[in-house]
């Protein structure tokens, strides 16, 4: 798997990362707001959907990668728990809602109706794999896109999570 370094600058360029950071696991204590650098900065472990197309256990991966937010201003979340930096979540989505252009709101929704929100000058945003990729056992799974087999099996995801969050591919 080929290292990804994007930028977005625009609402359309935050999709592309969005889509590659879909079902990226991370530590709540590998997320940092640095309000005197107006950056956001968090270390995922993202899932290689892309790989994963193939349908083979095999070509499950992950990767360590960074994800920095610049000119933001503030930032606030709904039940992370910054009390609790083991804790691993799971990146559904990032999203952008313009305010007053090119300022806006970018939001990170995470399972477990967590979000963090953003309030940017505009979007500038580095998404910049880190090291190899190595292999896991588990595809993510979203309930309501599985048959019933699939969801019992999808049990395992939240073990599989933490598993997948501790990993660092060395």
Request: net charge negative.
């Given at each position: ?105 970018v939001?990170?929704d ?8 953003l ?39 939240a ?12």
């Amino acid at each position: 798997m080929t290292p990804l370094k994007l930028l977005a600058l625009d609402e359309e360029d935050l999709a592309v990362v969005s889509s590659h950071l879909q079902d990226a696991v991370v530590r709540v204590g590998d997320m940092a707001y640095l309000p005197s650098q107006k950056r956001f900065a968090a270390v995922l472990n993202r899932f290689d959907w892309e790989r994963a197309a193939g349908g083979k256990a095999e070509d499950y991966r992950r990767r360590r990668t960074a994800l920095r937010f610049d000119r933001v201003l503030s930032a606030k979340h709904k039940d992370l728990r910054p009390h609790v930096p083991d804790r691993v979540l799971s990146l559904l989505a990032i999203r952008f809602e313009a305010t007053d252009a090119p300022s806006g709101r970018v939001t990170l929704d995470f399972s477990g109706d967590v979000t963090v929100q953003l309030e940017v000058e505009c979007l500038e945003v580095e998404l910049r794999d880190l090291g190899p990729a190595w292999p896991t056992r588990h595809k993510p799974e979203h309930p309501g896109q599985t048959s019933a087999g699939e969801q019992e099996a999808a049990g395992e995801d939240a073990a599989a999570s933490a598993e997948d969050a501790g990993a660092s591919g060395a």
